[in-house]
Structures are given as structure tokens and as C-alpha cells.
């Protein structure tokens, strides 16, 4: 059974459910948001395998986690390309801003230690928050393809906003990846290093997108996603703990 409980926050007037997963004990804890990744933008948080584990995974570790259903704009039978192709980059902002103050209102969260985490489309997101929430300490992109473009009228694209970030990222990448491909990954990097963020990338051979999602064997790499879990947990410990 997962240890986490719902909740449900009103945003802009659409009403967004969240996932809350807690360590055993009584805190305070460090907190991460969790930015989920795109397959479960039709089948919702709790019937994806991937993102119960990876709630599991970090509660573990001892930290508080919240993962918001950022995809409650659209009804949930819409087409997935229409939530694509739909995607506003301004109501992004407004979830995971919703997400983080509830994080930060628990009891049980020290609200001076949250990162935030995402793979494929919430590495994007990801990238994303760190840009726009300077309180964040530590930020963590698996993958997170599109950084490098604007979605939504009146949106920049994420990479540009490297320079407003105040915490050191991890950047988890796949070297067969081809959103974000290699030469993406470089460009990031490049950012990155222009606007002085302290920050370590890791890109693994025989690895693509999505190479940590069990759920989809002709993707995941156990090898590869295990070493990639263990230095996301030691770079959160080093910065959040």
C-alpha cells in the first residue's frame, strides 16, 4: 500500500489534486516538489506506477514530497496531444507555486529545505520552478526535454531563465535521448555555466528518454536508473539534509 494522502488545492479556480508523501516520523523534514512526467497526463497521478514509486522513493530517503496534478486544466478523457499543444507555460507557474506553499505549510516540512525534481516533461517543469521561485535549494532535470522552448503565449523558454535561478541543479540525461539530445544537454549546460549555477550533469551510455520509467521495459535501464537514483539522493542529502 502507498504511504501518501490527497489533497486537493484550487488553482485560478480549477481544482488541482496532490499526492503527499511523508517520511516515518516526526519531522521536520526537507520537502520536494515533484513534477510528474507526460504518460500520466490521461490516466492521473495514482494510476501510474512510476509516480507512486518515485513518491515512495524520496519519502524514504526522508523527505516530505508533493506531487500536484498539473494536467487538471482539461478534462480527463482530452487527447494528449491537445493538453500538448495546449500547454501554458503561466499556469505552470501557478500549480507549482500552489504546490510549493502547500509543501511549506505542513507542520511536519522545514520550509527553508525544499528542491524540486522532474522527469521528461517535469524535468522541463522543473527547470521551470527554479527559474521562476528563487526559495527553492536544490533543483533536479531528468531529461526534461523542450527546456529550450517558449510554451504559451507570453512565455520565454526555460533555458533562458538560468540566470534568475538561486540553487545548484543535477541534470539526469540519456545519451541516446533525442529530446533533449546530446548537443540539448551541451546547450544547457552552456547556461548553466554562463550564469555562474553550480551544477553536475550525468549522461549515460545505452540510456534514451525515460530510461528511469519501469513501466515502459523498452525504455528503462535498471543499471543505469539505479545509479542515477543514488546520486540524485546524495546530491539532494549534501544540500537539503
Same mark, same amino acid.
Not at 113 to 126: K, L, S
Not at 230 to 238: G, H, P, Q, S, T
Given at each position: 500500500?502507498?504511504?501518501?494522502?490527497?489533497?486537493?488545492?484550487?488553482?485560478?479556480g480549477s481544482p488541482m489534486?496532490?499526492?503527499?508523501?511523508?517520511?516515518?516520523?516526526?519531522?521536520?523534514?526537507?520537502?520536494?516538489?515533484?513534477?510528474?512526467?507526460?504518460?500520466?497526463?490521461?490516466?492521473?497521478?495514482?494510476?501510474?506506477?512510476?509516480?507512486?514509486?518515485?513518491?515512495?522513493?524520496?519519502?524514504? $530517503?526522508?523527505?516530505?514530497?508533493?506531487? #500536484?496534478?498539473?494536467?487538471?486544466?482539461?478534462?480527463?478523457?482530452?487527447?494528449?496531444?491537445v493538453k500538448r499543444n495546449?500547454?501554458?507555460?503561466?499556469?505552470?507557474?501557478?500549480?507549482?507555486?500552489?504546490?510549493?506553499?502547500?509543501?511549506?505549510?505542513?507542520?511536519?516540512?522545514?520550509?527553508?529545505?525544499?528542491?524540486?525534481?522532474? +522527469?521528461?516533461?517535469? &524535468?522541463?517543469?522543473?527547470?521551470?520552478?527554479? &527559474?521562476?521561485? #528563487?526559495?527553492?535549494?536544490?533543483?533536479?532535470?531528468?531529461?526534461?526535454?523542450?527546456?529550450?522552448?517558449?510554451?504559451?503565449?507570453?512565455?520565454?523558454?526555460?533555458?533562458?531563465? $538560468?540566470?534568475?535561478?538561486?540553487?545548484?541543479?543535477?541534470?539526469?540525461?540519456?545519451?541516446?535521448?533525442?529530446? #533533449?539530445?546530446?548537443?540539448?544537454?551541451?546547450?544547457?549546460?552552456?547556461?548553466?555555466?554562463?550564469?555562474?549555477?553550480? +551544477?553536475?550533469? +550525468?549522461?549515460?551510455?545505452?540510456? &534514451?528518454?525515460?530510461?528511469?520509467?519501469?513501466?515502459?521495459?523498452?525504455?528503462?535501464?535498471?543499471?543505469?536508473?539505479?545509479?542515477?537514483?543514488?546520486?540524485?539522493?546524495?546530491?539532494?542529502?549534501?544540500?537539503?539534509?
Amino acid at each position: 500500500m502507498a504511504s501518501y494522502t490527497k489533497q486537493t488545492i484550487d488553482v485560478q479556480g480549477s481544482p488541482m489534486e496532490c499526492l503527499v508523501f511523508k517520511p516515518d516520523g516526526a519531522g521536520p523534514f526537507p520537502g520536494l516538489v515533484v513534477a510528474q512526467h507526460f504518460p500520466i497526463a490521461h490516466t492521473g497521478l495514482e494510476k501510474d506506477p512510476f509516480t507512486i514509486d518515485t513518491g515512495e522513493r524520496l519519502a524514504k $530517503a526522508g523527505y516530505a514530497a508533493i506531487i #500536484p496534478f498539473i494536467f487538471h486544466w482539461w478534462p480527463p478523457e482530452e487527447e494528449q496531444d491537445v493538453k500538448r499543444n495546449e500547454w501554458r507555460d503561466d499556469r505552470l507557474i501557478a500549480d507549482l507555486d500552489a504546490a510549493y506553499d502547500l509543501l511549506c505549510g505542513l507542520d511536519s516540512v522545514d520550509k527553508d529545505r525544499i528542491g524540486i525534481i522532474g +522527469h521528461c516533461w517535469g &524535468g522541463r517543469m522543473a527547470w521551470l520552478g527554479a &527559474g521562476r521561485n #528563487p526559495n527553492y535549494k536544490a533543483a533536479a532535470v531528468l531529461y526534461g526535454g523542450r527546456i529550450k522552448t517558449a510554451m504559451g503565449e507570453g512565455s520565454v523558454p526555460p533555458i533562458d531563465l $538560468a540566470g534568475q535561478m538561486k540553487c545548484a541543479m543535477i541534470g539526469i540525461f540519456g545519451n541516446n535521448d533525442q529530446n #533533449p539530445s546530446p548537443d540539448d544537454v551541451k546547450d544547457l549546460d552552456a547556461a548553466l555555466k554562463a550564469a555562474g549555477i553550480e +551544477h553536475e550533469f +550525468h549522461c549515460y551510455d545505452g540510456a &534514451g528518454h525515460g530510461f528511469q520509467d519501469f513501466c515502459n521495459q523498452d525504455r528503462y535501464r535498471q543499471e543505469q536508473s539505479e545509479d542515477a537514483w543514488r546520486k540524485l539522493i546524495a546530491f539532494f542529502n549534501a544540500r537539503l539534509r
